[in-house]
């Protein structure tokens, strides 16, 4: 079998909806992508503000010129606008960093799970071989692998019938579930006064959209 080399192993483009082959060439391409995606976040972390229409140059240069929060007051609705543009690009840029860290998240998983698909076999028999006597795990640097017993348990598999069968044989094992804006619902519009809940009056309440 040929080793491969760096002129064998090429990097293939990868995105969120390719399937892993975790062959040397595999592997290769999925050390190349995860950089990509690390700066992707970074990226997204250090990205400029791009609300548009916020470009006041003057009042960008009153806020560098306080000294604190208080020296800066948004008094005015150009002030006000300016101060919910800049939570607007924090949101977003919090949404990109969210989106690219899941990405990134579910590229790694997919590998984790590739790689114990593919050697997972190995590691048992290793794991086979090395364990001796009431020794059930072999703690190595970057993790544990050994056998542990699962306790026996129970599939569902028709979950209308079990609750059947629970309700005449089992009660304690059906619960309950409240739903309470449906009874908000009924209560507020029929006004019927009960000792298990009270009313709230409405109100208005201030919001940053």
């Not at 009313?199 to 309440?205: I, L």
Request: charged share 25%; hydrophobic share 45%; glycine share 6%.
């Amino acid at each position: 079998m040929q080793t491969p080399t760096a002129s064998t192993i090429t990097k293939s483009p990868i995105t969120k909806d390719t399937a892993f082959s975790l062959t040397p060439a595999g592997l290769a391409a999925l050390e190349g992508f995860a950089p990509a995606m690390t700066t992707d976040v970074q990226d997204a972390v250090e990205a400029p503000e791009t609300t548009p229409g916020h470009g006041n140059e003057a009042l960008e240069n009153e806020v560098l010129q306080a000294q604190d929060a208080e020296a800066f007051y948004p008094d005015t609705a150009d002030k006000v606008d300016w101060v919910l543009s800049k939570i607007a690009d924090a949101r977003a840029r919090a949404a990109r960093i969210r989106e690219n860290a899941e990405l990134m998240a579910k590229e790694a998983d997919r590998q984790a799970e590739g790689l114990l698909w593919q050697f997972g076999p190995a590691l048992q028999d290793f794991a086979r071989r090395e364990l001796t006597g009431k020794k059930k795990s072999i703690r190595l640097f970057h993790g544990v692998i050994g056998y542990r017993t699962k306790p026996a348990g129970v599939t569902v598999g028709n979950e209308a019938e079990a609750i059947a069968w629970a309700k005449q044989n089992l009660p304690l094992a059906v619960t309950e579930r409240l739903d309470k804006k449906a009874l908000a619902e009924a209560l507020l519009s029929t006004g019927e006064a009960v000792d298990f809940a009270a009313f709230t009056a409405a109100e208005e309440v201030f919001y940053i959209k």
